[in-house]
């Protein structure tokens, strides 16, 4: 079975490019200028995709969990609840950002943390859907996604293999359009806690969708890595700044980092290749001039009988190959050789 995810004008599948992810979050601050540059920015990096993150925080969030007081450097309000709603854009920013997206050629979606704002999502028509790890045990919220009926996409850190199956057996009856990711939700993730290797265990039990990566790492390096393991999709939180006030910059990669990072990408594809081994024309040169050949090792008479002290293996390789020196030990030679000049066949007997 082929996996294939159509998302906009892209194709993912084993055989594409990675679709690479820019998160953005909140890192934006809620302000709708610094949005737009983190948009242009990645957009300069070459990503395929924004995101963002909308999130209905009264329905979200316990009363207590609302108003409880949120006092550190980080914090855009005294409560909790103050400081998840300076973050928060409302329509006419989506909207706004949305058309700057489709400008500059950039895919434009959010994380729905909860139905209020997968619906609010659906009204702008956004082209794509991610789940946080959080809602992966979220089967009300991943059904009610789903049946938006565009692609999804689903995280899955802080999470065993029963609860993504329950969340693959959740969506797929109502949408055939998804995407796992191997995630670990801590920020940054250590590369111990990575655990990449849950990428082929995702592509053998899950082998009709696609699956990816969304990266914790502090660094571009396991997001290559999980390529060659299959991973056809990466997400990456993206500032411009390390030190600016948030929680999620300081992990987050800046234009330098995400620019390296889909270079690599993209090199790691080529590199791949096919598997068929074979010479490059690139190699003719350098082999042709470390290479080695059968020679004489010293002046040498015709009539003579050779023994391995008789053949020297030198540079370059326009000549017999070293693999043959057995099949010329012992042959007699019909012509005169000074030294360093090639044996061949043809003067053997």
Known sequence: MLRNLEIDRYTIS???????IAEIGNNHQGNLQKAM?????????????VKLQKRDNK??????????????????????????????????EYVELKKYAEEIGLTMFATAFDMKSADFLAELDMPLYKIASGDLKNT???????????????????????????????????NKQLAILQCTA???????????????????????VVVGLSDHENGIAMA?????????????????????????HAFSLEPIGMKKLV????????????????????????????????VAARDLKAGQVLTRDDIAIKSPSDGIPPYELDNVIGKTLTKDLHEDDNFAFEILK
């Open 14 to 20: 084993d055989d594409s490019d990675c679709f690479v």
């Open 37 to 49: 540059d983190l948009f242009k920015s990645a957009k300069e990096c070459g990503v395929d995709a």
């Open 59 to 92: 329905s979200l969030l316990t009363k207590a969990a609302y108003d409880k007081p949120y006092d550190n450097e980080n914090s855009f309000g005294a409560t909790y609840g103050e400081h998840r709603e300076a973050l928060e854009f409302g329509k006419k």
């Open 140 to 174: 009300p919220l991943l059904k009610h996604v789903a049946k938006i009926g565009k692609p999804m996409i689903i995280s899955t850190g802080g999470g065993l293999m029963e609860d993504v199956q329950r969340a693959y057996d959740a969506i797929m009856p109502i």
């Open 186 to 208: 801590s920020y940054p993730a250590e590369p111990q806690d990575l655990n990449l290797r849950v990428i082929t265990t995702y592509r053998e039990k899950f082998p009709d």
């Open 224 to 248: 290559l890595a999980a390529y060659v393991l299959g991973s056809r999709m990466v997400e990456q939180h993206f500032t411009l700044n390390h030190t600016w006030k948030g929680t999620d």
């Open 263 to 294: 270079r690599d990408l993209r090199r790691v594809k080529l590199a791949m290749g096919d598997g068929e081994k074979r010479i490059y024309p690139s190699e003719v040169n350098p082999i042709h001039k470390m290479g080695k050949k059968l």
